[in-house]
């Protein structure tokens, strides 16, 4: 009766000590192009059971992440679906858990992000072979930030990067039907060179104007500057209208 009271001990303790951790994000993956590393992850968890779930992001040069002590912090308090970077506003957690709205693609000729998906962007300062992690922060309190969970929170090859200048990626075709409501002749052809282009900078989503091809330009926060996004947006809009 002793050993089995002991036992049953034992795995309560081993279940307190998993309650600790917040959950782990999963499927962590990086790409490079145009001076850029793009981590795109799942969150820990999706709609209502994520929301009060941030993410922060670290970065090593010098091999696989097994602690946090041994990277850089390059981003930190990721909101949770913040792929959801295009799309009707306000930008507030009840437009987050819409599933419908539309998430950010992370190259040209890409699609979007599945929903419930978190990304983050670094901008190349050199040639280097790196390797990145999301640990899960409970703003709660209710558990501590989660365990390094290689493959899953964490990579295990490393992506190329490479200094280069940094391009905008088209989100949605002005040729698309959905950006021609209200204006038939708003598309983007041959002619549209010369026209004007409208520029519209926000800290995070935004309206972009309802016409033309829709580029978005992503370009990382430094910690500790905000606390709002991964990225900068800037909306790019173009049309062959005026």
């Not at 190259?107 to 040639?127: D, F, I, K, R």
């Not at 989660?146 to 490479?162: K, T, W, Y």
């Not at 900078?201 to 910690?223: K, M, N, R, T, Y």
């Not at 709002?228 to 005026?242: E, I, P």
């Amino acid at each position: 009766m002793k050993s089995v009271l002991i036992a049953l001990a034992l795995v309560f303790a081993n279940m307190t000590v998993e309650a600790q951790n917040a959950p782990s994000v999963t499927g962590i993956q990086a790409i490079q192009h145009d001076g850029q590393t793009f981590i795109t992850w799942t969150d820990a968890a999706p709609g209502i059971y994520g929301v009060n779930y941030r993410y922060d992001i670290y970065r090593s040069a010098n091999g696989p992440i097994t602690n946090t002590g041994s990277a850089s912090l390059v981003q930190m308090s990721v909101y949770n679906n913040s792929a959801q970077l295009i799309g009707p506003k306000p930008y507030i957690q009840l437009t987050r858990l819409d599933s419908v709205l539309p998430t950010v693609k992370t190259q040209n000729g890409g699609t979007p992000l599945p929903v419930w998906s978190g990304v983050a962007v670094y901008t190349n300062l050199a040639a280097e072979n790196a390797y990145y992690a999301v640990i899960t922060h409970d703003l709660t309190g209710a558990t501590a930030d989660s365990q390094i969970v290689p493959g899953d929170n964490a990579m295990v090859v490393p992506v190329s990067e490479s200094v280069g200048n940094v391009k905008p990626i088209l989100q949605i075709p002005g040729t698309a039907a959905l950006r021609m409501i209200g204006c038939s002749n708003c598309y983007v052809t041959s002619a549209s060179i010369g026209q004007p282009l409208w520029l519209k900078l926000h800290p995070s989503g935004g309206i972009a104007s309802p016409w033309g091809d829709d580029w978005v330009v992503l370009g990382q926060f430094e910690h500790g500057v905000s606390r709002w996004d991964a990225v900068n947006v800037l909306h790019l809009s173009r049309s062959h209208w005026h």
